[in-house]
């Protein structure tokens, strides 16, 4: 296959466009309907807690399968085989930790945001503010990464590969995510990330089977396939070490990526503010288990769709189209479905972002508005719960319009690291401030302090001295964002496996260096953490 | 808080014997569980990292060592969600259902 400025062979953008129009007018009516219900602050933030949890849990994994995990993983494994696959299994796992420690013990503890449960029994405004700061800075990467990649998508699906055009497509999918969460609050946004997964998952399954019926339904036949599309490198696609065996240095930028994969999902905090939706604790974990096997399913299907991409379309072709790796699970849905499937593959992949991003949107106005306007500013007196939800609506708007001119800026950018920043920046800020607080009596306000900026700083810090923002050549499979000078001296692109215990080490030292002690408090914490008493209800209407 | 309740003593409630059967079980449950998967994966991690002959030895046909291995995190991972819903549903809700009902009944 050639190069094609015009995107993908065979693609039809006019069709991919009218696809993805037919799920915005679905979708929008709906999140309209939605809208009805939404008052008071409980329905805005947690969607007036009603939603069941299997409903949640599909909601959960709409809010998790970013178009990184869908396009990038299936062509990860197309490239690079075994590596591909290994992201997976740290996105999926890292679910133990939400469900065994973090779930139920938050949804009885908190009412909105992250910042309720850090802050419930130490000094309010301090905590607020770190924990606000910490979700606005996970959350804004998360978004810079999703919304960078909407102009890679735009280039490959609809054929724009001006930089203006590409400019314009960001600013409408910005513009169409902002009337969600404006209008639709969390009801709207959770509905949109609902139809959004089912929609993903039937087209993942589809493909899936599609796939192993061209190769009777036997995996060793399909991987077989993919090594022999590969050419003379075939055979280590199966094994592992591809991407990252080049070195020792690699190979532990691997444990570092690991570790932040795995601890940082229940530090997200638009994953965490997705157990408030949910009446009790019980339908927190059964989100959690929907989630799981959703998430899980997904998972196995991107390891067929990657290993098919490699075996039907080749990896030249995947290598040698705008996109690259990314165009690996449409170029496939080419392949087997001709245009049509393609253009629903190209309509799930938009949907897909603009999910994501409604969902970020939500918890990072959410936050400002309740921790920082309702909390900080004023003290937790805020007569008229309308004027928070109207900071939040204000918010709202604000960080659309961040993320359009970020996603301008930042287009054609590497994304992975951007990703890899926020589950970073989450599993050291957020994870051990959360974990102390839920166990451990002793902690307190310097502590939970220590931890979050300790873990903020430190993984930004090691992040921007690391290879990933300057030192390696424009030529590299992975070029440095910074081209031109070097000034890093951090050698791993990930730097969980520092950050990460040091944010534990600081909650720790931070605790014992202050003589608060809020016993009592945590008397009350972990009651209520346990049992339920006096959880917030669902709101009836 | 939009749930009115009586006032608690929560010292006393954390100190009483039904909490203590509470947090025993929750903490008897996810803390070893949690050990246990995250070292599960940690090998895993590292087996695919630094034992790249053992993992690429093929068992049938073009599956090897660790694609079964990759197979299982999914399969343990199902297993630990499966076990610890029955060991909530059983060991854990009721305690917290009776708990609760003694607590918010308390004030009336």
Do not use: C
């Not at chain 1, 918890?363 to 500013?377: E, L, P, R």
């Amino acid at each position: 296959m050639t190069v094609r400025a015009a995107g993908v062979t065979g693609n039809s953008p006019a069709l991919n466009i009218a696809i993805f129009a037919a799920f915005v007018a679905i979708t929008l009516v709906v999140v309209f309907r939605a809208s009805r219900n939404t008052k008071t602050a409980a329905d805005y933030y947690a969607a007036g807690r009603s939603f069941t949890g299997p409903q949640n849990g599909v909601a959960i994994a709409g809010d998790y399968l970013s178009a990184a995990s869908f396009l990038g993983i299936a062509g990860a494994i197309a490239l690079n085989g075994y590596d591909g696959f290994l992201y997976s299994i740290g996105f999926l796992v890292a679910w133990l930790v939400a469900l065994l420690l973090v779930a139920e013990l938050l949804r009885n503890t908190g009412k909105y945001t992250m910042g309720d449960v850090l802050a419930f029994r130490m000094r309010q405004r301090p905590v607020r503010a770190a924990a606000a700061t910490s979700t606005m800075v996970v959350s804004f990467f998360y978004l810079l990464a999703q919304m960078a990649g909407a102009g890679g998508l735009v280039a490959l699906l609809l054929g724009i590969t001006t930089k203006t055009g590409q400019s314009v497509v960001i600013a409408v999918v910005g513009v169409i995510m902002i009337v969600y969460v404006l209008v639709g609050g969390m009801k709207g946004t959770t509905w949109v990330q609902i139809i959004k997964a089912a929609l993903l998952i039937t087209g993942a399954l589809a493909m899936t089977v599609w796939v192993l019926a061209k190769f009777g339904f036997n995996l060793s036949s399909l991987l077989g396939a993919a090594v022999d599309a590969g050419g003379a490198s075939g055979e280590a696609l199966l094994n592992p070490g591809k991407q990252y065996g080049g070195s020792e240095t690699s190979k532990l930028d691997f444990v570092s990526l690991g570790l932040a994969l795995v601890l940082g999902t229940a530090g997200l905090p638009h994953i965490l503010m997705r157990f408030y939706t949910v009446p009790t604790a019980r339908e927190a974990r059964r989100s959690v288990v929907w989630a799981i096997v959703l998430i899980g399913v997904f998972y196995l299907f991107t390891l067929v769709l990657g290993y098919g991409a490699g075996a039907i379309v080749g990896p030249d072709a995947i290598r040698n189209a705008p996109g690259k790796a990314n165009s690996a699970a449409p170029l496939l849905a080419e392949a087997l479905g001709g245009p049509v499937l393609l253009g629903f593959i190209a309509a799930v992949a938009f949907a897909t972002i603009l999910a994501v991003v409604a969902g970020l949107t939500i918890t990072a106005s959410a936050s400002f508005a309740h921790d920082i306007y309702a909390n900080v500013i004023k003290k937790g007196q805020v007569d008229d719960k309308d004027a928070e939800v109207r900071v939040a609506r204000i918010t709202a708007v604000v960080i659309g319009v961040v993320a359009i001119v970020g996603g301008i800026v930042a287009n054609g950018q590497n994304i992975a690291f951007l990703v890899a920043l926020a589950f970073a920046v989450a599993a050291s800020a957020n994870l051990p401030t959360i974990l102390f607080s839920l166990f451990w009596k002793r902690f307190n306000t310097s502590g939970a302090l220590w931890s979050t900026y300790g873990g903020l700083a430190s993984s930004i810090v090691l992040i921007v001295f690391s290879p990933a923002v300057s030192g390696k050549p424009a030529g590299a499979a992975t070029p440095s964002m910074v081209q031109g000078v070097d000034f890093h001296w951090f050698p791993l692109e990930n730097p969980g496996i520092v950050s990460i215990p040091l944010a534990f080490f600081l909650g720790w030292l931070g605790t014992v260096l202050s003589k608060e002690r809020q016993d009592d408090k945590y008397a009350e914490m972990e009651v209520r953490a346990l049992t339920g008493v006096g959880a917030e209800k669902a709101v009836a209407h | 808080m939009s749930t009115p309740e009586p006032h608690q003593d929560w010292a006393e409630v954390q100190a009483g014997a039904e909490f203590t059967e509470l947090r025993r079980r929750l903490r008897v449950f996810v803390f070893p569980m949690t050990a246990l998967f995250l070292l599960w994966y940690l090998v895993y991690v590292l087996l695919a990292d630094y034992a790249h002959g053992f993992m690429s030895t093929k068992l049938v046909g073009d599956i090897n060592v660790a694609l079964v291995l990759g197979l299982g995190q999914f399969a343990s991972t199902f297993a630990i969600t499966a076990l610890y819903v029955r060991y909530a549903n059983r060991k854990l809700d009721p305690l917290a259902t009776k708990l609760r009902a003694d607590l918010e009944g308390a004030g009336e």
